[in-house]
Nanobody, 123 residues
Framework: VQLQASGGGLVQPGGSLRLSCAAS????????MGWFRQAPGKEREFVAA????????GYSDSVKGRFTISRDNAKNTVYLQMNSLKPEDTAVYYC?????????????????WGQGTLVTVSS
């Protein structure tokens, strides 16, 4: 599975962005997907994840209620809608795929990673 993330950019506090992650391969509809982020000087952290069907999702406490993960299996794409952005959301965001259908908040469960897209929240 190859992953290509896009949609990052500069946004003011309180603004919104939607990240996309396009996946190659015919197995996309059978695998769990996740978003992680890494801020400068910090470790990579879990943001959100979704199971193969899109029916089950999980979020970190820091983004719950502000971010929404979704997927379109017909387009082999997973999305991260980010609303009410804060400066502390500034990071490189990575999408990841795991070889099992259910979602996970642990980076160790993901075998495939995209190249990352930078989100900067600043006035």
């Amino acid at each position: 599975v190859q992953l290509q993330a896009s949609g990052g950019g500069l946004v003011q506090p309180g603004g919104s962005l939607r990240l996309s992650c396009a996946a190659s391969g015919r197995t996309f509809s059978t695998i769990g997907m996740g978003w992680f982020r890494q801020a400068p000087g910090k470790e990579r952290e879990f943001v959100a994840a979704i199971d193969w069907s899109g029916g089950n999702t999980g979020y970190s406490d820091s983004v719950k209620g502000r971010f929404t993960i979704s997927r379109d299996n017909a387009k082999n794409t997973v999305y991260l809608q980010m609303n009410s952005l804060k400066p502390e959301d500034t990071a490189v965001y990575y999408c990841a795929a795991k070889p099992r259908p259910y979602y996970s908040g642990s980076a160790n469960d993901y075998n495939y990673w995209g190249q990352g897209t930078l989100v900067t929240v600043s006035s």
